[in-house]
DNA sequence: TACATATTAGTACCTGGTTCTAAAATGAAA
DNA sequence: TTTCATTTTAGAACCAGGTACTAATATGTA
């Protein structure tokens, strides 16, 4: 593999994972770590605690300038066990190419990634929902989900989340979720 | 100032700006590092580092959304009206960076995609659904739906199927799907 | 005065790096 | 084949921002 082709394969891996060490790179790539880390100057990729760092303060600031009714962000509020409201555009690649349409899978997709963001623990997986497509959702509108917590076990339970998404100020998708919620490690 | 005046300083000063280091919180406080040290341990608040890291992992998680795939999941047999086997693996980019754990979402948008190909009808729409997640799915696994049509209203009418989807042999998620169909272009 | 609690100090150690120097391997041109 | 540049690897010193642990000192209070 030329150097060319490694620092490609490095660009998609740490695009593909940015959580992935040097270490772990050299498992994947065949290489010393020094190769990495050269490799890493050159394409100026920071290191891993620093695009932690970045990740982090890119969406600290997306929750902190809570924008009021524009439209900017993925998850523009979050009360973590509370509530939360997230914003999402139907575009394209998200369309029923006939008809424009958008998947159902989308429109469950912002409301499943939003109950189980409003959770507040180590591990949130969505145990069961029952949904309802209220009315269909087309090219181009913005979906504003809004999550409300309506019980919270203790610690280990489970968490129920009801998410009502809007395009302005229409019903179009509702959901009831039972999140499971956990810190054990398993 | 009490300990418990600090403490609650504390958990203040770190809820106000989550990137402050020990260092920092002692200059604010006017305690030896020690101390903001036990402070935190008592208070369960992890390190700066943690602190970043999960946040950045909150925000990736979240931010990572369905691929602009039209299916989700090979299909590999399909009779129109009748039953559909769709073949779906989980990777990197569709688990939970911290547990490896599927997002739920990708199961169900397997799922779904399934109900609506096996439908045949020029419009097929998710109109509710009642699912459940049987079991975690882990990174690598392959997810193995069947969707089996249990009822067929006339054009213009909805459908029940019901789809399970199975890891070898087994049941990893359920879901009953009602789905609108209609020839009509609206 | 005695005792418990709270605070501070200091050391060893950890991860996931940076920075620097230098040796070795590889490849291509003369 | 030799020569030279590029590429790769190695190793050591150092860094931030901690944890984990031991131990000494303050401080309040009964």
Redesign the pocket.
Known sequence: M??KE?QQKLLQTIDGNPF????ELTRQL??????I?????ELGI?????RMKLMAEHSYDQVRSLPPDEIVGDIVDLQLDKSGISIFEIREEHVFSRNGIARGHYVFAQANSLAVAVINDEIALTASADIRFVRMVRLGEKCIAKAQVRSLAGRGGKAEVDVFTYVVEELVFQGHFVVYRSAVEE
Request: proline share 4%; hydrophobic share 25%.
């Open positions: 030329s150097k490694r992935v060490t040097d270490r065949k290489v010393s770590i020094q190769t880390r050269l490799d890493r100057l920071p290191e891993l605690r620093e």
